[in-house]
T-cell receptor
Framework: DTGVSQDPRHKITKRGQNVTFRCDPI?????LYWYRQTLGQGPEFLTY????????KSRLLSDRFSAERPKGSFSTLEIQRTEQGDSAMYLC????????????FGPGTRLTVT | EDQVTQSPEALRLQEGESSSLNCSYT??????LFWYRQDPGKGPEFLFT???AGEEKEKERLKATLTKKESFLHITAPKPEDSATYLC????????????FGEGTQLTVNP
């Protein structure tokens, strides 16, 4: 399977705990994106990397959120001191970059904060 | 600010009953308009990209069209397996590489 993969697929955590999600993009894609989706809504942009550089962050991304893409391959999204409002599906996408704007999404990580 | 509005929110069709989904957008400099299909509990699946008014793309029973203000996803003779949420998104010249999504249309096709 050469699509975008995400791990874990589901995460249940208690309020106040830290969580980390991983995304592996399509191998030849140099752009990687994180989105958040709540029930009944479309995905909302969080942040984006070109290779290892984080080029754009949404104002939705509070100080409790941090993302990395250390070697320009996989990426991690960490949420510190989780809150119940953080419960959502966290989606990762990748694209070739340049003139190719199509983003291909992974299966998502469903986070439930209790 | 980029805006994408999809209608209707939900649509129920009988198998074989053709219809259209609407996506209205407001952006400064459209780079591309994208249609995705999303099944429950899964990530969005890419369907089409449209770049300029007048462009059309087809895939099986789906056909996407684009004007300067809106896009339509036409579904011809749908089957139950076409049931899903269809999402529309735009990429704008003033918004970097992010996609701005609408809230989606939940399509149910009854046998």
């Amino acid at each position: 399977d050469t699509g975008v993969s995400q791990d874990p697929r589901h995460k249940i955590t208690k309020r106040g705990q830290n969580v980390t999600f991983r995304c592996d993009p399509i191998s030849e894609h140099n752009r990687l994106y994180w989105y958040r989706q709540t029930l009944g809504q479309g995905p909302e942009f969080l942040t984006y990397f070109q290779n290892e550089a984080q080029l754009e962050k949404s104002r939705l991304l509070s100080d409790r959120f941090s993302a990395e893409r250390p070697k320009g391959s996989f990426s991690t999204l960490e949420i510190q001191r989780t809150e119940q409002g953080d419960s959502a599906m966290y989606l990762c996408a990748s694209s070739l970059g340049g003139i190719w704007y199509e983003q291909y999404f992974g299966p998502g990580t469903r986070l439930t904060v209790t | 600010e980029d805006q994408v509005t999809q209608s209707p929110e939900a649509l129920r069709l009988q198998e074989g009953e053709s219809s259209s989904l609407n996506c209205s957008y407001t952006v400064s400099g459209l780079r591309g308009l994208f249609w995705y299909r999303q099944d429950p509990g899964k990530g969005p699946e890419f369907l089409f990209t449209l770049y300029s008014a007048g462009e059309e793309k087809e895939k099986e029973r789906l056909k996407a069209t684009l004007t300067k203000k809106e896009s339509f996803l036409h579904i011809t003779a749908p089957k139950p397996e076409d049931s899903a949420t269809y999402l529309c998104a735009v990429s704008a010249e003033t918004s970097g590489s992010r996609l701005t999504f609408g809230e989606g249309t939940q399509l149910t096709v009854n046998p």
